[in-house]
């Protein structure tokens, strides 16, 4: 054999095998240094984002309503009374007075006391003149609450709205004497607050009064349409509206009074 051929395969064969052992020496090399390598260099720290605060929203106090539902003696409705009259209030939304006008008018002691009005007109067939009998009755007690609402109606809310006026009634409380407060209750049949604040006059009350007491000539038998009733009617609810109005003037006051003796005794 020529030595150079056998020179040239062995040659050959070294560096086919020096060039597979770089080879694989390179690769564990890189397989070995590359975690070593890894291992050297500073790794990141994941930082969680901060998560984000819910905003928190604080829910204002809810307004006091505008609507009371106190009673005198327990009994007595006094929805339309603002006690303290020196703290601005807002007015009454024409809304507030259609229901102010139905939580008076539907009160079980507005309608208890069309019961008992009934009977008593019953009693010698007197205002209205439908007769004797439980028919009778009945025509009378839907009266006594048709006289009621239609009035309230009238004054409350239709009136009171085109007018702009207050329904309610502002006490004015102790800060003034007694008999200034008991002319004070009784001017408020012609004297009421206006929707801005400022004083006017009763518009609302006297003419829807009036109107509620025109309309009762719709339903009420003809012998108690006459002037003489309707004069009759005008003097009951003034009165009743006076009284009312003095009630709700110093109710408080006695209120106090009595609730104070009862807890010293």
Same mark, same amino acid.
Request: glycine share 8%; charged share 15%; aromatic share 8%.
């Given at each position: 054999?020529?030595?150079?051929?056998?020179? !040239?395969?062995?040659?050959?064969?070294?560096?086919?095998?020096?060039?597979?052992?770089?080879?694989?020496?390179?690769?564990?090399?890189?397989?070995?240094?590359?975690?070593?390598?890894?291992?050297?260099?500073?790794?990141?720290?994941?930082?969680?984002?901060?998560?984000?605060?819910?905003?928190?929203?604080?829910?204002?106090?809810? *307004?006091?309503?505008?609507?009371?539902?106190?009673?005198?003696?327990?009994?007595?409705?006094?929805?339309?009374?603002?006690?303290?009259?020196?703290?601005?209030?807002?007015?009454?939304?024409?809304?507030?007075?259609?229901?102010?006008?139905?939580?008076?008018?539907?009160?079980?002691?507005?309608?208890?006391?069309?019961?008992?009005?009934?009977?008593?007109?019953?009693? !010698?067939?007197?205002?209205?003149?439908?007769?004797?009998?439980?028919?009778?009755?009945?025509?009378?007690?839907?009266?006594?609450?048709?006289?009621?609402?239609?009035?309230?109606?009238?004054?409350?809310?239709?009136?009171?709205?085109?007018?702009?006026?207050?329904?309610?009634?502002?006490?004015?409380?102790?800060?003034?004497?007694?008999?200034?407060?008991?002319?004070?209750?009784?001017?408020?049949? *012609?004297?009421?607050?206006?929707?801005?604040?400022?004083?006017?006059?009763?518009?609302?009350?006297?003419?829807?009064?009036?109107? !509620?007491?025109?309309?009762?000539?719709?339903?009420?038998?003809?012998?108690?349409?006459?002037?003489?009733?309707?004069?009759?009617?005008?003097?009951?609810?003034?009165?009743?509206?006076?009284? !009312?109005?003095?009630?709700?003037?110093?109710?408080?006051?006695?209120?106090?009074?009595?609730?104070?003796?009862?807890?010293?005794?």
């Amino acid at each position: 054999m020529k030595p150079g051929r056998k020179y !040239g395969h062995g040659a050959s064969a070294a560096r086919i095998a020096a060039a597979l052992w770089v080879v694989c020496l390179g690769a564990n090399a890189g397989a070995a240094d590359s975690p070593a390598a890894t291992a050297d260099e500073p790794r990141e720290t994941l930082v969680p984002a901060p998560t984000p605060l819910a905003p928190v929203f604080h829910n204002p106090a809810p *307004a006091p309503s505008p609507l009371s539902d106190q009673r005198i003696l327990g009994i007595i409705p006094d929805y339309q009374t603002v006690n303290d009259s020196s703290v601005p209030v807002p007015p009454l939304s024409p809304r507030q007075k259609w229901n102010l006008f139905v939580k008076s008018t539907l009160d079980p002691f507005n309608l208890a006391n069309a019961v008992l009005a009934s009977g008593f007109s019953q009693a !010698g067939n007197q205002t209205p003149k439908y007769g004797e009998g439980g028919m009778a009755y009945g025509k009378r007690f839907g009266a006594a609450i048709a006289d009621f609402a239609t009035q309230s109606l009238f004054s409350g809310v239709v009136l009171a709205n085109l007018l702009h006026q207050d329904p309610r009634y502002f006490r004015r409380g102790p800060r003034s004497g007694v008999l200034k407060r008991i002319g004070y209750s009784v001017s408020r049949i *012609a004297v009421t607050r206006q929707d801005s604040g400022r004083s006017a006059f009763n518009a609302s009350n006297i003419f829807g009064m009036g109107l !509620g007491i025109a309309a009762s000539n719709v339903y009420y038998p003809a012998a108690s349409v006459r002037g003489s009733v309707m004069l009759c009617r005008i003097d009951t609810s003034l009165t009743s509206s006076i009284s !009312g109005n003095l009630l709700s003037e110093f109710w408080p006051d006695i209120q106090r009074k009595l609730f104070h003796r009862k807890h010293r005794a």
